[in-house]
T-cell receptor, first 113, second 113 residues
Framework: AQTVTQSQPEMSVQEAETVTLSCTYDTSESDYYLFWYKQPPSRQMILVIRQEAYKQQNATENRFSVNFQKAAKSFSLKISDSQLGDAAMYFCAYLNRDDKIIFGKGTRLHILP | EAGVTQSPTHLIKTRGQQVTLRCSPISGHTSVYWYQQALGLGLQFLLWYDEGEERNRGNFPPRFSGRQFPNYSSELNVNALELEDSALYLC????????????FGQGTRLTVV
């Protein structure tokens, strides 16, 4: 069975600085998708970024980018120019061949003004 | 376009009671996922419905059940409620099989006393 591990329960970053959230996963599949979701205090889960495993190029969405290392089974999220609105719980997620999304336990990100 | 809607937003039940949670997916989405987010445990996969059929279920007891209707909306039923069932229940929808990302509702906060 696939597992997703987020080893940082909480992180803090100064506003305008850059922060990287870690995620590792375990799978025997070769074709899969990875996601980062954001859950602000409003509870609404929002998709931040997605990465197809067959693509070598790292996904980027504005200030959000990933470092996808397939061999190492690592999928970290980098947030550049951190803003107060980035404060949230961030979940790393894996979509397996059965189309089931498996989530990590999350990293709570605090933005310090 | 309306997003995923869940009802009710909050619910308080006593131990032993039964509860029904409801989810309406985004128009055009045929898959509905249910997740339990208990404090400190991250997101746990409960159930996945697609085209009216249960496709997969997580490691939860049979008192957790659900169904999907012809209009693709879904219900999650929990019988014989226990204190540890207190959690945020999130529903997500996607376009169905085809490796699409899921979009989440705001969840139902269930408190069992």
């Amino acid at each position: 069975a696939q597992t997703v591990t987020q080893s940082q329960p909480e992180m803090s970053v100064q506003e305008a600085e850059t922060v990287t959230l870690s995620c590792t996963y375990d799978t025997s599949e070769s074709d899969y998708y990875l996601f980062w979701y954001k859950q602000p205090p409003s509870r609404q889960m929002i998709l931040v970024i997605r990465q197809e495993a067959y693509k070598q190029q790292n996904a980027t969405e504005n200030r959000f980018s990933v470092n996808f290392q397939k061999a190492a089974k690592s999928f970290s999220l980098k947030i550049s120019d951190s803003q107060l609105g980035d404060a949230a719980m961030y979940f790393c997620a894996y979509l397996n061949r059965d189309d089931k999304i498996i989530f990590g336990k999350g990293t709570r990100l605090h933005i310090l003004p | 376009e309306a997003g995923v809607t869940q009802s009710p937003t909050h619910l308080i039940k006593t131990r032993g009671q039964q509860v029904t949670l409801r989810c309406s997916p985004i128009s055009g989405h045929t898959s509905v996922y249910w997740y339990q987010q208990a404090l400190g445990l991250g997101l746990q996969f409960l159930l996945w419905y697609d085209e009216g059929e249960e496709r997969n279920r997580g490691n939860f007891p049979p008192r957790f059940s659900g169904r999907q209707f012809p209009n693709y909306s879904s219900e999650l039923n929990v019988n014989a409620l226990e204190l540890e069932d207190s959690a945020l229940y999130l529903c997500a929808s996607s376009r169905g099989t085809g490796r699409a990302e899921a979009f989440f509702g705001q969840g139902t906060r269930l408190t069992v006393v």
